[in-house]
């Protein structure tokens, strides 16, 4: 009982240092980024065009010598799947990596490479866990202290024949772990007065009026993406990857940002910290410059991407969204229509399209909006489905 009990508080402490690691990248990411981009030096031409350089540079560096970094959650999982393990000691390599990236303003999001390796942290958690479990019996006290709290040593891997626990009671435990990760991260961004990663829009007054529009915005929403997609699709057959080498790729990802940065600074980085600069600009700018900036967004995260820029895609994907969203409610302004509800079902239309899990783009875009809106929320989903379903039972009929 004592040695569960132990364990299970290890598991607790542990999941506690992973949250911590997380915030301090988070605040890394934040203070670089200001640092770089919001001095008082920072404003200068050839300043951004020496720091992109460089920064390329040393990206090229680091890619070149540790290989093919960060790794996002989607490379994690299905390595894990394959392999029922792996190798976490490149954690802090990939978040540096990343930490370098998202510095240098590239378009893309920090959830993929902290999620990747809060992943990896996370095996190395029960990889620590089960060996103080497995042998618990044969070390003193002593050693229990020294098997505790050292990094890279006393490690047992998962097999299956020697698993510890199955079933509903590792599910709770995992859940258990998980919660507990989310709360101290939670409790050091409010400890430390951080801004919510989430900006509300303003207060909606929808009515009867609005639902008229409610097929027609949903599709223009929907098409902008699409066409988007299919354009992306076009020039990925030309395989311009397979010709390029990788320094070639990292001088073009770093010219992206240094274009952004000349003509539309406000594109550069995730968005994460900037949505505030989003809802002025979908105030203040014409419908044009606003569908002009949504595909320079985009233009910026996909190239990004492909030059190996690495990183996420929740945050950017989410800002072009809701700016062709105020772009729509720009377009229809004459009709005195509710301009949250506008670009509600405008941009979440867009992001369920453009996003792989459409749940997470129905949970993560409402949040933006005020809660009598998310219904509309749940209707643009269910209508998207609707259309999603029908488009998939006709291509293979």
Do not use: C
Not at 143 to 156: C, D, E, S, T
Not at 157 to 181: P, R, W
Not at 200 to 207: V, Y
Not at 222 to 250: C, E, H, M, N, T
């Amino acid at each position: 009982m004592v040695k569960k009990f132990v364990v299970l508080l290890y598991g607790i402490f542990l999941s506690s240092i992973i949250a911590g690691i997380s915030y301090l990248f988070i605040m890394a990411e934040k203070t670089s980024s200001h640092w770089l981009w919001h001095s008082d030096f920072s404003h200068s031409t050839l300043y951004q065009a020496v720091l992109i350089l460089v920064g390329s540079i040393a990206l090229y560096a680091l890619k070149r010598n540790w290989g093919s970094l960060p790794f996002t959650s989607h490379q994690v999982l299905h390595v894990l799947q394959e392999k029922g393990t792996l190798k976490y000691g490149q954690a802090w390599k990939s978040l540096l990596v990343a930490l370098l990236i998202l510095s240098l303003g590239a378009g893309v999001g920090p959830e993929a490479p902290l999620l990747g390796a809060v992943i990896a942290y996370s095996i190395w958690q029960a990889d620590k866990m089960r060996y103080l479990y497995v042998h618990w019996e044969e070390l003193s006290a002593g050693k229990r202290f020294v098997v505790l709290f050292h990094p890279r040593r006393y490690l047992q891997s998962y097999q299956v024949d020697q698993a510890v626990l199955e079933g509903q009671k590792k599910k709770l435990l995992i859940s258990l772990y998980a919660f507990n990760g989310l709360f101290v991260f939670w409790l050091l961004m409010r400890l430390s007065d951080q801004p919510s990663f989430v900006t509300t829009i303003g207060k909606s007054a929808w009515g009867l009026e609005e639902l008229l529009y409610f097929l027609p915005l949903l599709a223009s929403g929907f098409l902008f993406a699409l066409v988007y997609q299919q354009v992306k699709k076009g020039v990925g057959r030309l395989k311009l990857g397979d010709k390029l080498s990788l320094p070639i790729k990292i001088v073009i990802g770093g010219l992206s940002i240094f274009i952004t940065s000349q003509v539309a600074p406000d594109l550069l980085f995730s968005g994460q910290h900037s949505m505030h600069t989003l809802f002025d600009m979908g105030l203040e700018a014409s419908a044009i410059v606003l569908s002009l900036l949504a595909i320079g967004k985009l233009l910026l995260l996909d190239l990004n991407l492909w030059a190996g820029w690495t990183g996420g895609d929740i945050f950017p994907l989410t800002f072009a969204s809701l700016l062709q969203g105020f772009a729509m409610a720009k377009l229809l302004e004459t009709q005195g229509l509710d301009t949250p509800f506008v670009v509600l079902v405008v941009g979440l239309a867009m992001a369920m399209q453009l996003m792989e899990n459409r749940i997470l783009a129905l949970i993560f875009v409402s949040l933006f909006f005020p809660v009598n809106l998310w219904p509309i929320s749940l209707l643009v989903f269910v209508v998207y489905e609707g259309m999603a379903r029908f488009h998939k039972k006709n291509q293979q009929s």
